[in-house]
Nanobody, 114 residues
């Protein structure tokens, strides 16, 4: 399984970005895809996850600002990030979990700064 993330960049506080992550390889129909992030000097944390059936969960820090979605036909997960704050600055990693295994993308950098 390979995961290719894209969409990171530099944005001003209050701005928006949309991350995408495409999965390829042996993808099973039942899985969970998600986004995690790691800021400098901090541990990696879960941002948002979405199951193949559509159920979602979010970190409290992003609720109401970020929206996760997926296109099962394309094995792609998206993260729409609105009202970005400087504390959202981090490397964002996509993840796919299936059949007891977990796969990670390469990370895409999001920098929120004026």
């Amino acid at each position: 399984v390979q995961l290719q993330a894209s969409g990171g960049g530099l944005v001003q506080p209050g701005g928006s970005l949309r991350l995408s992550c495409a999965a390829s390889g042996s993808i099973f129909s039942i899985n969970t895809m998600g986004w995690y992030r790691q800021a400098p000097g901090k541990q990696r944390e879960m941002v948002a996850r979405i199951a193949s059936g559509g159920s979602t969960n979010y970190a409290d820090s992003v609720k109401g600002r970020f929206t996760i979605s997926r296109d099962n036909a394309k094995n792609t997960v998206y993260l729409q990030m609105n009202s970005l704050k400087p504390e959202d600055t981090a490397l964002y990693y996509c993840n796919l979990a299936q059949l007891g295994s977990s796969y990670w993308g390469q990370g895409t950098l999001v920098t929120v700064s004026s």
